[in-house]
């Protein structure tokens, strides 16, 4: 049986923990794809720098594709996860100046330090597995802190 993760059942049993590493997902309204706008998705980039820049997240990478956003992060003191996300969310929508998001999101709390690298690869991947380019490095629209 598949589990439909909507509205309620994404919130069940979602805690906050501050230091805790979360790999968040969130889609954009009817999976639209909207981040091929080239200043839409600078919003989003620009939303996540700022999360980290008033202690919400330490982002340890991210990647903006046409309907979805993957971010890998640090919950800092600041915010809670719901509180960080819902900023990045309606920051990037405010500036583009259209509602952009399916309501909630996906997290995942990473269990151990040894996750966060091969977390990381794999989600600055994802332009290469959806063929969107060739190389991980013709892709505008994702960071890492490793660079």
């Known amino acids: ?12 049993g979602r805690c906050s923990q501050i230091g805790q590493t979360y790999l968040v997902t969130c889609v954009t309204a009817a999976r639209s794809p909207l981040f091929l706008n080239h200043q839409t998705a600078r919003h989003l980039c620009r939303a996540i720098q700022y999360s980290d820049q008033i202690a919400a997240s ?19 003191d600041a915010y809670t996860l719901s509180q960080a996300v819902r900023m990045i969310k309606s920051r990037t929508s405010r500036l583009a100046g259209i509602p952009l998001w399916q309501r909630g999101f996906h997290d995942h709390a990473l269990r151990a330090d040894k996750d966060l690298l091969p977390t990381a690869r794999y989600i600055i991947a994802n332009p290469l597995r959806a063929g969107l380019v060739e190389r991980v490095g013709e892709y505008p629209y994702w960071n890492a802190a490793w660079l």
Do not use: A
């Open 1 to 12: 049986m598949t589990r439909i993760f909507q509205g309620e059942n994404l919130r069940k």
């Open 58 to 76: 330490h982002t340890w990478c991210y990647v903006v594709m046409p309907d979805h956003m993957h971010w890998l992060f640090s919950l800092q």
